[in-house]
């Protein structure tokens, strides 16, 4: 009996220490060329990409579980990065900016309002939000979000 309430304790607090970890993935305050951030239900994918053998570099968000990328959105679609040193970040007041090696602006997004903590979160609908890191009970008040810029 002990043991299995034992048993039954580790299997929920390693349950909940898993979907805290999935959670905190979908976050980011900036991503280098290289790096991902998975949506909490690992559907989508935000990274870099090239399309074929361009050397030119976007911001993209596509679907991870499919084997051949399917790009659902692009940020910088108009003004592809050239090199492999692109970073997107979440300025203050809740702002992405994506820069090139140079620290050069290359695209960035707009908002009417500001945040403390502003954050990136890309949510397994596959839209990317810009929120306020601080107001975790409020999740669907964005900042800013892609579906709005398709």
């Known amino acids: 009996m002990w043991l ?6 580790l299997l929920l607090i390693t349950t909940a220490i ?4 999935a959670e905190d993935i979908s976050t980011f305050q900036s991503i280098a060329d290289g790096e991902t951030v998975v ?3 690992g559907t989508f994918e935000l990274g870099f990409f090239s399309a074929g053998a361009s050397k030119s570099r976007y911001v993209a968000i596509w679907y991870k579980k499919i084997p051949v990328a399917t790009i659902v ?22 702002i ?17 309002s500001s945040a403390q903590n502003p954050v990136g979160k890309l949510l397994d609908s596959g839209n990317l939000v810009v929120i306020d890191g601080n107001d975790n009970n409020d999740t669907e008040k964005y900042l800013w979000q892609s579906f709005d810029y398709p």
């Not at 299995?4 to 304790?9: D, E, N, R």
């Not at 898993?18 to 970890?21: A, D, E, M, N, Q």
């Not at 090696?101 to 997004?109: A, D, E, G, Y």
Request: glycine share 8%; charged share 10%; hydrophobic share 35%.
């Open 4 to 9: 299995h309430l034992l048993c039954s304790s």
């Open 18 to 21: 898993i979907f805290s970890t």
């Open 39 to 41: 949506s909490t239900g």
């Open 73 to 94: 959105w692009i940020a910088n679609r108009d003004t592809p990065l050239t090199g492999s040193s692109g970073v997107l970040k979440v300025s203050s007041p809740g």
């Open 96 to 112: 992405l900016v994506l820069v090139d090696q140079k620290n050069t602006t290359v695209w960035s997004s707009n908002t009417s």
